[in-house]
């Protein structure tokens, strides 16, 4: 990743902890955030995208408006080491899965990234084999995924799970009814089904299938290879089987977290920014809650200008599934809650490790009680500069946004995080305004921990 330069110097550096070649983001906040900006495509529209690309097995897809971020470097890896042919260009990634080597997903790659398990329907869908470890927990919680091999076992495939691995072979694939779960409605359950079924023979009917826009993006793109798939974005989603599938081209969405990451900002900043490329329908309760709360919204068919000079007021939320106020967005809409005028209670019904990123919340003068999967967040008049560390991405994220509100100078640390899911954020704020700096820590000698104060220059 580029290091970016604060526009005035940052003054004097000095290490007190000993660091490991680690990237940190240091801000200098306190400043409104004022202008325009562009988001880029959506992860969480990309990983399924990607995967699905496998299925085609004559032609190349072209996929356009893909991220630049970690997660789509370790997709692009993983369909490389299952055979497909890989090229990136800027922001666009050309696949061609003709010819597939093997049907057996590395370790490295699932246990890194959850959506890598994403590959298992293309690879039983046209190999009628799988074997894919198993995602894991993660900081957020279990994230099992029986609802995926539960799909799976309905169409033909048998199931083991060995040494962390899902190990799976199906010599019929046909088409099922499928029932998910209502509570959660899961999001990667509902893509890999809809990409086994694909070449499933017969009728597949998923219920209470997930209903966000990226699953629409994939819908779209499995019936450009000549998929048959209907009622993407609705809870029932059903797909005819087909024999074979094709390349195609597909532009992915934008992303509508990182859009809810820049709205965050600026009101948590009490600035004045236009969000661009960015339906509000995508953000229907986030921005609703906002408006509650007293913040100047408008809209227009692709973008937000989020106007917030003037005090906001506690608001209560509850995740759940779109079209409800999603989960990726609660950490960044809680930071904001911090500095409203009153109360707010902050309901996560999603994962239970959702609130992980509090503790350094509290560590700059944030005032949250936690019970269960509820936030009570008391209003506090400012946060506190600390050097804080992110814990997942939006965790990562939602400590940007309290640093750029806090007054004096935030270091972020475990900036990996923030790269799976967010491209330069560093720059894009720097252009809002914001004075912001990633940059690398040297790695440090244990016997030469520098004494305090000594001028260390970032290049
Ligand atoms: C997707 O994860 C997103 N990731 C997550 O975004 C997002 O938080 C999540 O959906 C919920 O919206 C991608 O799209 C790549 P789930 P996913 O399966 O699909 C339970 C981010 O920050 N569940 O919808 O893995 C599960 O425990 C990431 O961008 C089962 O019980 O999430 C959870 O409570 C973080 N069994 C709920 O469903 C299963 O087999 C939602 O999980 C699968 C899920």
Redesign the pocket.
């Known amino acids: 990743m580029k290091s970016v330069q604060l526009k005035q110097e940052l003054p004097e550096v000095s290490v007190s902890s000993v660091t490991k070649n680690q990237d940190q983001i240091v801000i200098l906040g306190g400043v409104p955030l004022r202008g325009e900006v562009q988001v880029s495509g959506s ?2 529209s990309s ?2 995208i990607l995967a699905a690309s496998l299925l085609a097995s004559r032609g190349q897809s072209v996929l356009h408006n893909v991220p630049s971020i970690a ?1 789509v470097d370790i997709m692009c890896k993983m369909i490389s080491s299952l055979g497909a042919h890989v090229t990136r260009e800027d922001h666009t990634v050309i696949i061609d899965a003709s010819h597939l080597k093997t049907s057996v997903a590395p370790q490295k790659y699932v246990r890194q990234m ?2 890598s398990f994403y590959v298992a329907a293309p690879l039983l869908a046209r190999l009628h084999s799988a074997e894919v470890p198993l995602p894991g927990g993660c900081v ?10 539960n799909a799976f076992r309905k169409m033909g495939a048998q199931i083991t799970v060995e040494r962390g691995a899902m190990l799976a072979k199906a010599e019929r694939w046909e088409g099922a009814k499928v029932l998910l ?1 209502h509570k ?6 509902t ?1 890999n089904i809809m990409m086994a079924a694909c070449l499933a023979k017969g009728t597949t009917v998923i219920e209470n299938a ?1 209903r ?1 826009p ?1 699953v629409i993006n994939l819908g779209d793109f499995l019936n450009k290879m000549g998929g048959r798939v209907s009622g993407a974005g609705t809870s029932t989603i059903t797909i005819e089987g087909v024999t074979e599938l094709h390349g195609a081209e597909q532009e992915i969405y934008n992303d509508r ?1 990182e859009a809810g990451t820049f709205i965050a900002a600026a009101i948590a900043t009490h600035g004045d920014v236009r969000v661009r490329g960015l339906s509000p329908d995508h953000l229907p309760v986030f921005l609703e809650k906002y408006q509650e709360a007293g913040v100047s919204i408008s809209t227009g068919e692709d973008w937000i200008q989020v106007q917030a000079s003037s005090p906001y007021s506690g608001v209560d939320i509850s995740t759940s ?2 079209p409800g106020f ?3 967005l609660q950490p960044l809409f809680l930071t904001t809650m911090c500095l409203a005028q009153s109360k707010s209670v902050i309901q996560e019904t ?2 239970d490790g959702r609130f992980n990123y509090v503790p350094e919340l509290l560590r700059m003068g944030a005032d949250v009680d936690i019970t269960d999967n509820t936030a009570i967040v008391h209003a506090v008049p400012k946060l506190g500069a600390a050097q804080v560390k992110s814990s ?3 965790a990562g994220a939602a400590l940007v946004i309290a640093s750029l509100a806090a007054e004096g100078r935030s270091e972020i640390s475990n900036v990996k995080y923030i790269d799976r ?1 967010y491209e330069d954020l560093a720059t894009k704020l720097q252009n809002l305004g914001a004075q912001v700096a990633r940059q690398h820590l040297p790695t440090i000698d244990t016997e030469e921990v520098p004494q305090p104060g000594l001028k260390i220059s970032h290049k």
């Open positions: 992860k969480n990983l399924p997660d959850r959506a957020l919680g279990t994230r099992p995924i029986d609802y995926h091999i779960d959660n409605s899961s999001v990667g359950a893509v997930a966000e990226e977290i599934p779109f999603a989960t990726d999603i994962y997942d991405l939006r899911g």
